[in-house]
Antibody, heavy 118, light 105 residues
Framework: EVQLLESGGGFVQPGGSLRLSCKGS????????LAWVRQAPGKGLEWVAG????????YYADSVKGRFTISRDDSKNTLLLQAEHLRDDDTAVYFC???????????WGQGTLVTVSS | AIQLTQSPSSLSASVGDRVTITCRAS??????VAWYQQRPGKPPKLLIS???TLRSGVPSRFSGSGYGTDFTLMISSLQPEDFAIYFC?????????FGGGTKVQ
């Protein structure tokens, strides 16, 4: 069974930084593209960043480009998101998602909440 | 970036009803559309990829159609477990994007 478990969320002040992690199991981790998708409270889904299997290609939403960095450590079956210069509108539940393969996502974690507030 | 506009944003329906949700792209995206269902407090669930390919385990009352800029998700006979929010997603070009969602209540 595929499982994705996010961690690292929490409360941070504007301008601060946070590192999110997603531990995968139940599949051959390095073979699959992965992504971060977020959902602000009561709002829709926003694709944040994606990374190819093997980590060669990385893509970002315009709203986070230059502030967030997606990476993966296939030796630890872990997806990472380094989020810097955080703003109030980055407040959201951040989901980790696995490619189906490709860039539709067939497995999701339960999410980790990031709250940016002064 | 490609924008996806879903309509309606919400709808009221009853068990047994046929429900249709539309998703319009700001530019042509061929068949690069998927549909997700999200129940309260849960992560999204992939229902359909490539416009009309039903994922394993998804009931056949769900179907998708469309090409280019206009896409449709249909539920042929609404069941109690189908009351949820539905999102379309385009994977034609980077950055990927989701529609704003349609709440079926």
């Amino acid at each position: 069974e595929v499982q994705l478990l996010e961690s690292g969320g929490g409360f941070v002040q504007p301008g601060g930084s946070l590192r999110l992690s997603c531990k995968g199991s139940g599949f051959t981790f390095n073979n699959y593209a992965l992504a971060w998708v977020r959902q602000a409270p009561g709002k829709g889904l926003e694709w944040v960043a994606g990374i190819s299997g093997g980590g060669v290609a990385r893509y970002y939403a315009d709203s986070v480009k230059g502030r967030f960095t997606i990476s993966r450590d296939d030796s630890k079956n872990t997806l990472l998101l380094q989020a810097e210069h955080l703003r109030d509108d980055d407040t959201a539940v951040y989901f980790c998602a696995k490619g189906a393969p490709g860039t539709v996502y067939d497995s999701w974690g339960q999410g980790t909440l990031v709250t940016v507030s002064s | 970036a490609i924008q996806l506009t879903q309509s309606p944003s919400s709808l009221s329906a009853s068990v047994g009803d046929r429900v249709t949700i539309t998703c319009r792209a700001s530019q042509g995206i061929s068949t690069g559309v998927a549909w997700y269902q999200q129940r309260p407090g849960k992560p999204p669930k992939l229902l359909i990829s490539d416009v009309s390919t039903l994922r394993s385990g998804v009931p056949s009352r769900f179907s998708g159609s469309g090409y280019g800029t206009d896409f449709t998700l249909m539920i042929s006979s609404l069941q109690p477990e189908d009351f949820a929010i539905y999102f379309c997603q385009q994977f034609y070009d980077w950055p990927l994007s989701f529609g704003g969602g349609t709440k079926v209540q």
